[in-house]
């Protein structure tokens, strides 16, 4: 596991560049931001985008996504074409911002915390949101991916105060190329090689035969992907549900990228539908000929204008 995986900063440092790329998609829905949680004199805000037609007297389920970026960096813009898409297929879709390294010093552990805030800060608002608090689907990318599995942990680490009433087990989980355990590949080192705390952090140590169904995406370039292979193992083995989608020759953020964005987004949309979250077929197309060229061509000017403003940075 750790030969597969010795690499992992590096190419989630990648997903980050990748991520910029994704196309935000006019629709007809509209936008809230909210403050879930203040840390010091720092708000942290979600973005929603509601559905066409949406009221706050409506019940409807919620998809939370969280950005990659390696726990140091990233953007809310990572998931902005994913989450517009669900919210036309009639989801309220959150988008959450959480600590940071680059930006607040702070190790992985600190963003779970903020993590499983969003959760309860959802739940505890459905009636403002106008969502079903058990109807919520988490969802997200590489280190975003991660802050969504760790939902399912019963006890975590924890924002002092927080209220432990209000679970953070979600009723479902999209999870792109994800990060599903802090106790393989040295990534322990990130929280300062404490265990106690790494093993609260690793999705793979909690599972059990009623974790909520998931559809786990890698490609099979990707090293990440062992995690994933230890995941499929593990729900074959107590029996929960966990749907398998590979992306032949996709690297790591391989999702962020025409066609697999659309596909991807297919995929989820078909789980979710699976599971009575939604209604009739998925209305995204996958692109081809010269539109999928055409799309090719900005993509690839999208990453290098991302990656020299990136090195200017440093």
Not at 113 to 124: F, G, K, L, Y
Request: hydrophobic share 35%; proline share 5%.
């Amino acid at each position: 596991m750790t030969r597969h995986i010795i690499s992992i900063t590096f190419i989630m440092a990648i997903c980050v560049t990748m991520q910029t790329i994704a196309q935000e998609r006019e629709n007809n829905s509209t936008t809230g931001l909210y403050v879930y949680k203040t840390i010091g004199d720092k708000k942290l805000k979600m973005h929603v985008d509601f559905p066409p037609g949406w009221q706050k007297t409506d019940t409807r389920p919620v998809i939370i996504f969280f950005h990659g970026g390696s726990w140091n960096g990233g953007s809310v813009r990572a998931f902005a074409t994913q989450a517009k898409y669900f919210a036309s297929r009639g989801l309220v879709c959150t988008r959450v911002e959480y600590r940071l390294k680059s930006k607040d010093g702070v190790t992985p552990d600190k963003c779970v915390e903020d993590a499983r805030s969003s959760v309860r800060w959802v739940r505890a608002n459905a009636a403002e949101l106008g969502i079903d608090p058990q109807k919520l689907i988490t969802a997200g990318g590489s280190a975003g991916g991660h802050l969504a599995a760790c939902a399912i942990i019963p006890e975590s680490v924890e924002t002092e105060g927080a209220d432990l009433s209000i679970s953070t087990i979600p009723q479902a989980m999209v999870l792109f190329n994800p990060v599903l355990s802090f106790m393989h590949g040295g990534l322990a080192s990130r929280v300062n090689g404490d265990q106690e705390i790494a093993a609260k952090i690793s999705p793979l140590s909690h599972v059990k035969p009623d974790t909520p169904p998931s559809i786990v995406m890698y490609g099979t370039n990707d090293r990440l992907k062992a995690f994933g292979d230890l995941w499929w193992a593990k729900a074959k083995e107590l029996g929960f549900r966990a749907d398998k989608y590979t992306a032949e020759g996709g690297k790591h953020g391989f999702f962020n990228q025409s066609p697999w964005l659309e596909r991807t987004m297919i995929a989820a949309d078909e789980f979710l539908a699976s599971l009575g979250y939604l209604q009739g077929e998925p209305t995204v197309k996958v692109p081809t000929g010269d539109k999928l060229k055409d799309l090719k061509v900005e993509q690839k000017r999208q990453t290098a204008t991302s990656t020299r403003v990136q090195k200017k940075k440093k």
